[in-house]
């Protein structure tokens, strides 16, 4: 299982420093579709990180379909996240809960 991380140039680059090499840059909105949509069709992402900004910016039909995706599980990372937590979205992806 990999993590993917879609985002502006500045918000990928940190997590390509970090090892991480599944990196999309997308700046504009049909980019963006287009680099999600990549990251859903790979069997290899099982956790696709994006910026709260950015999954806010897309349309709500494709922001519902990655809210109730478990695999890969979609971290909006960013300002507070209203929704189902960080640790539900990983006791739903891993299928135990990490923190007991």
């Known amino acids: 299982m990999e993590i993917a991380v879609?985002?502006?140039g500045e918000f990928v680059l940190g997590f390509r420093l970090a090892g991480i090499k599944k990196t999309?840059?997308?700046?504009?909105?049909?980019?963006?579709?287009?680099?999600?949509?990549r990251a859903m069709d790979d069997p290899?992402?099982?956790?696709?990180?994006?910026?709260?900004?950015?999954?806010?910016?897309?349309?709500?039909?494709?922001?519902?379909?990655?809210?109730?995706?478990?695999?890969?599980?979609?971290?909006?990372?960013g300002r507070e996240e209203g929704g189902i937590s960080l640790r539900e979205k990983i006791k739903r992806s891993v299928g135990v809960?990490?923190?007991k």
Request: hydrophobic letters at 45%; a negative charge.
């Open 6 to 8: 879609i985002g502006s």
């Open 24 to 37: 999309y840059p997308a700046e504009g909105e049909e980019k963006l579709k287009a680099a999600i949509q």
């Open 44 to 77: 290899e992402v099982g956790i696709l990180v994006l910026s709260t900004a950015d999954f806010e910016r897309i349309p709500v039909r494709l922001r519902t379909t990655l809210e109730n995706s478990i695999r890969p599980t979609v971290v909006a990372i």
């Open 97 to 99: 809960d990490l923190w």
